[in-house]
C-alpha cells in the first residue's frame, strides 16, 4: 500500500514521520452518540503534520462539523482522545484552547460594528490589551487586505471580506492550528479562489497548521496537502489528492443509461470485456474503470445495446477525487444528499 494512501481505522495515519513532536493534532478512536443510535462519529483516526493544510471532505451528515466541535473543546465526545500540540484537548481543554483559532460555518462577524472593532473585541476576548492589541489588529487588517475598509460597518463587506474577517478573529491570539469550517461555502468563485489562497500562504508562510471541512471536492483537490474522506463518522481513505487520484490508474468510462440496472446485472453483462479493474453503478450511472477508455468504449456501447440498454450519454474522463470518493463510499459525491448503492 501506498504510505500516503491509507484506509482508516488498521492504525496507520498516512503521515510519513513517525513522532508525536512532529504532529499538531492527533485524534484516536473518537466517537460521538447522540441519543441512544446517533453515531456522529464512530471511530475517527487521523493525524496532521504541524504546518499542514488537512481536509476533511465528506457529504451532509457525515459528522465534519461534529469533528470539529470535539476538537475545538465545544463538545464532549462520548469516547478517544484528541491531543493538540501534545495538549491533551478533553482533559485539559482551556490550555488547549489557546493553541487554536476556530472559524465556525456560521459568520462571528458583528455587523453593525466596523472591521476593526470586531478585532478589537475578539483581541479583549482573548485578553489582549493596549497597544499590543491594537497592533495585532492592524498587521491583520493589513495581511487580510482589509485596511481600507477597517473604519466601515461590516455589514458593508463583500461576502468574501467578511470571511476574510472571520478568519482574521480567529488568528487575532497567534494560535498555531486554525480550525475552519466550511469556510467557502456561499462564496463566488472569485473569493473563493482568493480565500484559497490566503490559506494557503497562512500555511506555508506563516507555519499555520489548518483543518478544514468541505462540501467541494476542488476546494480539496486545491487546497489540502492531504485529505481525509469522512463518511458515517469515519475516516474512509485518507492521502494526497495526487496520491488519491493517482491510485486510480487509467481512465473512468460513464455511461448514463435511461433505465436504471443494477451493479451485478452491469458486472454481469460485461464480464466478458477484459481490463475493467470496477464496475460500480449509482443509479442511472454505469461507471467502469479501464486502462483504455476510448479502445473499450466501443465493446461496452454493444454489449449495451444487444442487451437492449438504451444509453443517453458516454464520457471517459481521468479520475477525479469525484472517482476516489465514488470508489470508497460506493456512491457519488453529492453536496445535499447520500445515495446508497449496492456495492
Ligand atoms: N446535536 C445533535 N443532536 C442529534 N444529532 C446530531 C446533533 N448534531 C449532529 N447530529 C447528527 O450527527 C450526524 C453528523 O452531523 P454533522 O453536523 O457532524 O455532519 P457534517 O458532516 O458536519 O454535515 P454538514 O456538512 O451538513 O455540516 C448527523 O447525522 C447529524 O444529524
Given at each position: 500500500m501506498n504510505n500516503m494512501i491509507d484506509p482508516e481505522n488498521?492504525?496507520?495515519?498516512?503521515?510519513?514521520?513517525?513522532?508525536?513532536?512532529?504532529?499538531a493534532i492527533k485524534v484516536r478512536t473518537l466517537t460521538k452518540k447522540y441519543g441512544k443510535d446517533v453515531f456522529a462519529l464512530n471511530g475517527l483516526n487521523f493525524s496532521v503534520q504541524k504546518g499542514e493544510i488537512y481536509g476533511f471532505l465528506g457529504p451532509n451528515g457525515a459528522g465534519k462539523s461534529t469533528a470539529v466541535k470535539v476538537m475545538t473543546t465545544l463538545s464532549c465526545p462520548s469516547q478517544g482522545e484528541v491531543q493538540l500540540y501534545n495538549v491533551d484537548a478533553i482533559h485539559y481543554p482551556e490550555e488547549a484552547r489557546k493553541l487554536f483559532g476556530y472559524v465556525a460555518q456560521?459568520?462571528?462577524?458583528?455587523?453593525?460594528?466596523?472591521g476593526r472593532e470586531n478585532l478589537m473585541l475578539q483581541g479583549r476576548l482573548y485578553g489582549l490589551r493596549g497597544s499590543i492589541l491594537s497592533e495585532r489588529v492592524v498587521q491583520l487588517l493589513e495581511r487580510f487586505d482589509l485596511m481600507d475598509a477597517a473604519?466601515?460597518?461590516?455589514?458593508?463587506?463583500?461576502g468574501g471580506m467578511q470571511r476574510k474577517l472571520d478568519l482574521a478573529m480567529g488568528l487575532i491570539h497567534h494560535p498555531k492550528i486554525l480550525f475552519l469550517d466550511e469556510p467557502t461555502t456561499g462564496l463566488d468563485p472569485e473569493a473563493r479562489a482568493s480565500l484559497w489562497d490566503t490559506i494557503h500562504h497562512l500555511s506555508k508562510e506563516d507555519g499555520l497548521t489548518v483543518l478544514l471541512t468541505t462540501h467541494y471536492l476542488e476546494e480539496a483537490d486545491q487546497l489540502c496537502d492531504r485529505l481525509a474522506i469522512i463518511d458515517k463518522g469515519k475516516v474512509i481513505v485518507q492521502g494526497t489528492p495526487e496520491a488519491l487520484k493517482g491510485e486510480m490508474h487509467g481512465d473512468v468510462v460513464h455511461i448514463e443509461t435511461m433505465e436504471a440496472i443494477s451493479e451485478f446485472q452491469a458486472k454481469d453483462m460485461l464480464q466478458g470485456i477484459s481490463d475493467l479493474h470496477e464496475i460500480i453503478v449509482d443509479g442511472l450511472s454505469v461507471y467502469v474503470r479501464t486502462h483504455q477508455g476510448a479502445e473499450q468504449l466501443p465493446a461496452l456501447m454493444s454489449i449495451l445495446k444487444a442487451e437492449n440498454i438504451k444509453v443517453r450519454a458516454a464520457t471517459i474522463s481521468r479520475p477525479s477525487l469525484d472517482d476516489v470518493y465514488l470508489r470508497y463510499t460506493g456512491h457519488v459525491f453529492t453536496e445535499t444528499e447520500e445515495r446508497e448503492v449496492s456495492r
Open positions: 488498521k492504525g496507520v495515519d498516512g503521515v510519513t514521520c513517525t513522532t508525536d513532536e512532529d504532529l456560521q459568520s462571528a462577524v458583528d455587523g453593525e460594528s466596523t473604519d466601515r460597518l461590516s455589514k458593508t463587506y463583500s
